[in-house]
Each structure stands twice: as structure tokens, then as C-alpha cells.
């Protein structure tokens, strides 16, 4: 998803996101509906930033899986203690259960159609203990989605200019997104491009 940027993730998203504030959020669900949860598992965990809150912050075991390998070694770094694997939500098997399992930042919409948001699902059920609570955060409703919209984010860092300008779009029942990053440092601009469904 992020294949193109990894290394811009956490200063673009730390500019607008409040992990802090979400992590909370999420541990008071957990207390509430799971409060023996000791053990979590983070599906399409990025660079390990919920993670992290929920560990120190909250005193959750977390351990992450994404399908970036470049993020992987992100939230590893964060997390040296923490176990975190690389793979597809749709088919990984970790050979582990957990008490609960997440799924936040809307990642479960990276599965364009149904029958893979079924398999993610199933996946997250086999590694579930009997008792344990699954959590998804859901993309876009439709009726919320706006398509020809654009959005620019800002963030920068030691000298690092960074502009994100996105354009949002609609194929189908299928949202896109179109992000272009304009990266500036003292070697220059440069221009990056992802595409995501």
C-alpha cells in the first residue's frame, strides 16, 4: 500500500493523526468488552504507532502484522520485544491466538471486494481465543465517500519538505486514491506517486 513512502509514514500521519488519543479509544473498548484481554494481535499494523500506545500506555502484549515489509521493520524497531510478521490479512497464519485482535485505520477497506473481506475475517476468527473480541475499523460508508475531493497534508523535519496531495475517486463500488508526494531537501525535489483501491 505504502510502498513508495514508508520511510514518510509516521512524520506525515504524526502531523494530523492523534495515535495517543486513538490508542486510548481503543483501550476502553477492550476494558469494557474484553477486560481479561491481555494479549493483542494488530492487523495491517503500519509502523507500529498503536501499537506502541497500547504496549507502554496501556500495558497490552501487542504484536503486529502488515503486509509491508518496509513497515514491519519500522514497528520492529519501535517494539524490539514485540513480535511482528509480514503478511496478507487475508491468508497469514501465525500459528498464535490472542485475546483480541484489531484491525484500525479503515485497513480492512485495502480488501476491495467481499469475499476478501470474508477470508480477513475467517483469518482473524483462527486466531482468536474462544472468548476474545475481534475490532474493525470500517472504511468509508458510500454515502460519506466523496469522490473528487482532494486533500494536502504537510510535515516536515530536519530539513525534510514534505506536501502530500491526494485525489479521491470512485470506480464501481471501489474507492481510489491517488496520493502524490513532493518531497524537498537540500539535494532537490522529488516526486513520488501511489495508487490505492
Known amino acids: ?33 474484553a477486560p481479561s484481554a491481555k494479549t493483542v494481535l494488530d492487523v495491517a499494523c503500519g ?12 500495558g497490552y502484549v501487542v504484536q503486529g502484522l502488515d503486509i509491508e515489509p518496509a513497515f514491519v521493520e519500522l514497528a520492529r524497531a519501535k517494539l524490539p520485544n514485540s513480535r511482528f510478521w509480514e503478511g496478507d490479512m487475508t491468508s497469514f497464519n501465525l500459528g498464535v491466538r490472542f485475546d483480541a485482535i484489531l484491525c484500525l485505520f479503515s485497513s480492512i477497506g485495502s480488501q476491495c471486494d467481499l469475499e476478501k473481506v470474508k477470508l480477513a475475517l475467517r483469518r482473524f476468527r483462527e486466531h ?26 504537510t510535515a516536515e523535519s530536519d530539513g525534510l519538505h514534505i506536501i502530500r496531495m491526494s485525489h479521491s475517486g470512485l470506480e464501481g463500488r471501489v474507492s481510489k486514491l491517488d496520493f502524490h508526494y513532493l518531497i524537498g531537501s537540500t539535494r532537490g525535489i522529488e516526486h513520488r506517486f501511489e495508487h490505492h483501491a
Open 47 to 58: 509502523t507500529g504507532e498503536h501499537a506502541r500506545h497500547l504496549q507502554a500506555d496501556h
Open 128 to 153: 482468536l481465543e474462544p472468548d476474545g473480541l475481534v475490532m474493525v475499523e470500517p472504511w468509508f460508508a458510500p454515502e460519506s465517500w466523496n469522490p473528487g475531493r482532494v486533500f494536502v497534508h
Open 1 to 33: 500500500m505504502f510502498a513508495e513512502t514508508p520511510e514518510l509514514y509516521d512524520l506525515i500521519y504524526q502531523s494530523f493523526k492523534d495515535y495517543p488519543a486513538e490508542a486510548q479509544a481503543v483501550a476502553q473498548f477492550l476494558s469494557k468488552l
